[in-house]
């Protein structure tokens, strides 16, 4: 399988930054079966990223690929979008990059509901920094600046983009790899905003700190601790205590941003034609 | 899309809107901000007349964001914006200069620091257009006098932005941005329109950063096959994230310098009575319109003075006012803002005792009779 995506591989640009045991990895390489399996044209596919170790992976997709400030790869993407909507593009952030300084643009670019495939890469730390906590890391785990355990509460991600707009959600994990590739193909298939949340591992700059132990252990304890959402219907709450949903988490359908615009640009074609006659 | 070619009375924000249009800009983003949201609101009426796209973003980094985005697929895309919003841009300027992205940022200057006086005239923002971004790089930055002038400014600004693959910024001030003056506006069949050099080599052999001999490298669209890589990180000449010294370098090298062999072409200035003054006036934007004024009235009262109103102002146009200075009695910089071009033109004159700031930073203009009265001063010293 690895060799089937090899073409959209920069393998000159290898060997990767990562550290031995990220899950980054493997959420990679879920995105690339789904493009993959949607026979996605790669001429015309883009990848954006912000900045952080998962943001890197732009850096060696050979696509199109545009590594951007941090925080902004959203509003990068909504130009390039917006400019040549024929193109599909995805985005790739981490959960510091897109819930922190590009949260903003995140809500705004799901109430626009732009034609965006959003992957973010949770591994619940700032990682390229060393460790810092997050929107997302869990209250009480600790960090390099939440030496004495986070005080803060984090974001249910998912639930906050869907509440923006997005059209599409859904949550995976490195664990759970065959339903993650299935999730982003799922993104792929929505003309609209999708929004995947690819729960990943981060053993060097959170496991270590937090004593979770080897990567193969900490991605073990995501299929532990999650629960498909169809299943969890039947669970009772105290039974879900702990644990978080995964699957597609949210479907609907609604006006896609760009698609908006050209009937705007068509509506004046027409006039035109009309005025011309 | 109205009319062109005749008389008509245009505000110097639609002048610049208008420009951009003529000259290929087919991509706005941006976030309102007085004293320059007239350009958002003619692009969001005439951009999908003409096909184009325009999006009022989140806040400044966005729009910012934005156009570098639409820059990339190969559409010509600008913003404009005012202090605030333009000390937002900041990080992403430093983006396009990094990554050599063509983009236009207006930014109708306003009264500082912070939100200061949001309808209040200034200049005080020269020194940021050159450095406001971290790091050291290459910028220019035009700042036009009238309404006309913000018209060919514009198209210029956008022409040198595809030229030489870089951010370039154009610095209006209220005064100019909300004057409304009769022009007549060149048929667009008249403009010269340059676009950016794209690649001629087979998407295997492109290599987005390698210098061809002009120090500006081909860049190819977005989508068109080329599949290249876009960082803001040091990279090497394939875009790919670079570390070693030599490579940086190199490639820095090129960077700060690829400007130097096009100064003449960059550099616009106008000169008025300026081959037997005895005194000259350098002054810029709104300003230079007193400055002119000022002129006449001290040439009449028989004081032999020169105006250099300039255009380009970074890169510096060194030598053209370090010449103009030369064996004057006296020099006045005139600058709505604490002193910031007398820097510049301090460093380029040999007589800095000789040189002499009319500034003026409450909100107000400064008026050509200030200006005789400064002059008439020191002449009756000198
Ligand atoms: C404006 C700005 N602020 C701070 C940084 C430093 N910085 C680099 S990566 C990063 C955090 C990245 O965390 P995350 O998005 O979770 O990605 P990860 O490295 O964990 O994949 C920070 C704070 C920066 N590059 N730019
Ligand atoms: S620091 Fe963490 S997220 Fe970054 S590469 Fe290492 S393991 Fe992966």
């Known amino acids: 399988m690895l060799k089937d995506v090899e073409q959209y591989i920069r393998m000159n640009r290898l060997p990767h930054i990562w550290c031995p045991g990220c899950g980054n990895g493997i959420v990679m390489k879920a995105i690339l079966e789904a493009i993959l399996d949607s026979r996605l044209d790669p001429l015309k596919t883009v990848f954006v990223s912000g900045i952080g170790c998962s943001s890197r992976a732009t850096g060696y997709l050979n696509f199109d690929t545009l590594h951007t400030t941090h925080g902004r790869a959203l509003a990068f993407a909504t130009g390039i979008k917006l400019a040549k909507p024929e193109l599909n593009v995805f985005v790739v952030t981490g959960d510091g990059d897109g819930t922190a300084i590009g949260g903003n643009h995140l809500i705004h670019a799901a109430r626009r509901n732009i034609d965006l495939n959003v992957i973010l890469f949770n591994n619940n730390i700032y990682g390229m920094t060393g460790g810092q906590y997050s929107p997302l890391t869990p209250q009480g785990k600790s960090a390099t600046t939440a030496p004495y355990g986070n005080i803060e509460r984090p974001f249910d991600i998912c639930e906050l983009t869907k509440s923006a707009g997005a059209t599409y959600v859904g949550r995976g994990t490195v664990y759970h790899t065959k339903q993650l590739t299935e999730l982003v193909k799922g993104a792929i298939q929505n003309k609209g905003f999708s929004f995947v949340e690819a729960v990943t591992v981060c053993p060097v700059s959170y496991g270590r700190r937090n004593k979770l132990g080897s990567a193969p252990q900490m991605i073990t304890a995501l299929k532990d601790n999650a629960v498909n959402v169809k299943a969890a219907q039947k669970l009772e709450a105290d039974q879900l205590a702990g644990k978080f949903l995964i699957g597609e988490l949210y479907k609907e359908t609604a006006p896609e941003y760009t698609q908006s615009y050209d009937a705007l640009i068509a509506r004046f074609r027409k006039e035109g034609d009309a005025h011309e006659q | ?382």
């Open chain 2, 1 to 382: 899309m109205i009319k062109q070619k005749k008389a008509r009375l245009l505000q110097g924000n639609n002048a610049c809107a208008m420009a951009a249009i003529d000259a290929g800009v087919r991509f706005f983003a941006g976030y309102p901000i007085t004293p320059s949201t007239e350009i958002a609101e003619y692009m969001a009426e005439n951009l999908p007349r003409v096909g184009g796209k325009f999006i009022q973003m989140e806040d400044e980094i966005a729009g910012m964001a934005a156009i570098l985005g639409a820059s990339l697929t190969g559409v010509k895309a600008i913003t404009a914006t005012s202090g605030p919003g333009f000390s937002l841009k900041q990080e992403n300027i430093g983006f396009a200069t990094m990554a050599e992205i063509p983009c236009v940022i207006v930014n109708v200057q306003r009264m500082g620091p912070s939100t200061g006086g949001p309808t209040s005239p200034a200049q005080g923002d020269v020194m940021q257009a050159r450095w406001g971004t971290h790091g050291d790089h290459p910028v220019i930055t035009l700042s036009p006098a009238s309404v006309l002038e913000t018209y060919e400014l514009t198209v210029k600004a956008i022409n040198f932005a595809e030229k030489f693959r870089m951010p370039v910024i154009l610095l209006l001030d209220e005064v100019v941005g909300h004057m409304r003056e009769k022009v007549i506006i060149p048929d667009v069949s008249e403009l010269e329109i340059i676009e950016r050099k794209r690649p001629v080599v087979p998407p295997d052999e492109y290599k987005p950063y390698l210098d061809d001999g002009t120090g500006i490298p081909a860049m190819a669209d977005f989508g068109t096959g080329y599949r290249w890589h876009v960082t803001g990180l040091n990279h090497d000449e394939n875009g790919a994230p670079a570390g070693k010294a030599e490579v940086v370098q190199s490639q820095l090298t090129r960077l700060f310098n690829k400007l130097r062999p096009y100064y003449d072409e960059i550099s616009l200035f106008k000169t008025y009575k300026t081959e037997d003054a005895q005194y000259l006036l350098i002054s810029f934007g709104g300003t230079a319109r007193s400055a002119a004024e000022a002129l006449q009235t001290l040439r009449k009262q028989g004081i032999k003075a020169g105006f250099l109103q300039l255009q380009t102002i970074w890169p510096f146009p060194e030598g053209t006012v370090a010449n103009l200075c030369k064996n004057k009695k006296a020099v006045f910089v005139a600058e709505m803002n604490d002193g910031q071009i007398i820097g510049e033109v301090k460093k380029n004159i040999e007589n800095k005792e000789s040189l002499f700031g009319i500034n003026k930073i409450n909100g107000e203009l400064i008026t050509p009779q200030e200006i005789v009265q400064r002059v008439k001063e020191v002449v009756g010293v000198c």
